[in-house]
Antibody, heavy 120, light 108 residues
Framework: QVQLVESGGGVVQPGGSLRLSCAAS????????MHWVRQAPGKGLEWVSL????????YYADSVKGRFTISRDNSKNTLYLQMNSLRPEDTAVYYC?????????????WGQGTLVTVSS | DIQMTQSPSSVSASVGDRVTITCRAS??????LAWYQQRPGKAPKLLIY???SLQSGVPSRFSGSGSGTDFTLTISSLQPEDFATYYC??????????FGPGTKVDIK
């Protein structure tokens, strides 16, 4: 069955960097667009970033553009999110999510999430 | 950017009740809409995509309808495991996907 397991979260100071990973299994990772979605404590969901199945194109929310970089290693079935110049408002649980079978504009499987806390 | 609103923000209901949640887009999104369920402390789960298509494995008591700017999620007979927060998501304005603020369904 599909499994997505995030890692790499933690506490970081404002201005710092962090790299999240998402290990995928149970499906042909190299065939699907993959997303990062975040949720601030007690708040709603915010889409963060998308990479096409082959990594050829990447897309970002305005709130993270120029600071975050999404990438993937299809040989390792792993998705990444490099987060630089972190701000307190980036504090959230970060989920990786698989693009849907019929359209990668929807998110059909999600990981359990990893918490990123930006605080001095 | 397309803004999504949901109503009500919360609803109290009993097991067996019919519950309807509304989602409205600030501009037309055809049928590019999904619904997700999130239980406390858990990841969201896809229920409905393309406004009315039931995701595999989701019970048939969940249904979605609508097109354009107005959409509804209906739970025909609320079950104990359905107490959760529900989010709509528009997928029309690629790649700027946006979610509604959520509707919390709790026990009356």
């Amino acid at each position: 069955q599909v499994q997505l397991v995030e890692s790499g979260g933690g506490v970081v100071q404002p201005g710092g960097s962090l790299r999240l990973s998402c290990a995928a299994s149970g499906f042909t990772f190299s065939s699907y667009g993959m997303h990062w979605v975040r949720q601030a404590p007690g708040k709603g969901l915010e889409w963060v970033s998308l990479t096409r199945y082959d990594g050829s194109n990447t897309y970002y929310a305005d709130s993270v553009k120029g600071r975050f970089t999404i990438s993937r290693d299809n040989s390792k079935n792993t998705l990444y999110l490099q987060m630089n110049s972190l701000r307190p408002e980036d504090t959230a649980v970060y989920y990786c999510a698989k693009g849907h079978d019929t359209s990668w504009y929807y998110f059909d499987y999600w990981g359990q999430g990893t918490l990123v806390t930006v605080s001095s | 950017d397309i803004q999504m609103t949901q109503s009500p923000s919360s609803v109290s209901a009993s097991v067996g009740d019919r519950v309807t949640i509304t989602c409205r887009a600030s501009q037309g999104i055809n049928n590019w809409l999904a619904w997700y369920q999130q239980r406390p402390g858990k990841a969201p789960k896809l229920l409905i995509y393309a406004a009315s298509s039931l995701q595999s494995g989701v019970p048939s008591r969940f249904s979605g309808s609508g097109s354009g700017t107005d959409f509804t999620l209906t739970i025909s007979s609320l079950q104990p495991e359905d107490f959760a927060t529900y989010y709509c998501q528009q997928a029309n304005s690629f790649p700027l996907f946006t979610f509604g603020p959520g509707t919390k369904v709790d026990i009356k």
